[in-house]
């Protein structure tokens, strides 16, 4: 792989990590707003870390699950711009990529 290949992959994965910034911002949206409508309980980046470390204080909790569901999303949306040539990288392809994402981590 020469220096031009290189870069054109940490373009597209610095590209895909922005959409991943915007795909994760609409998910916290979503999220916030059924907390505020009662539908869940407690949210799933949340859940995951109370799972994964069940010692933390309620505070590190709040924030390593905060960190976690950014760097989840930051690091699915590289991921899709590395491995999705840009032809096929468009709203819709980004769309179901994102819903997979979501049903293999979280519902998975």
């Not at 992959?9 to 990590?17: D, L, M, T, Y």
Request: cysteine-free; aromatic content about 8%.
């Amino acid at each position: 792989m020469d220096g031009r290949q290189v870069e054109g992959i940490v373009k597209r994965g610095f590209s895909g990590a922005l959409a991943g910034v915007a795909g994760t911002a609409a998910m916290s949206a979503a999220l916030g707003i059924s907390d505020l409508f009662g539908v869940m309980d407690r949210q799933p980046p949340r859940i995951i870390i109370e799972d994964l470390l069940p010692g933390l204080s309620e505070d590190a909790t709040t924030s390593v699950a905060l960190v976690s569901h950014l760097g989840y999303g930051v690091g699915a949306g590289a991921a899709y711009g590395v491995l999705v040539a840009p032809e096929h990288r468009n709203g819709w392809t980004g769309a179901l990529y994102g819903i997979a994402v979501w049903a293999v981590g979280y519902e998975g």
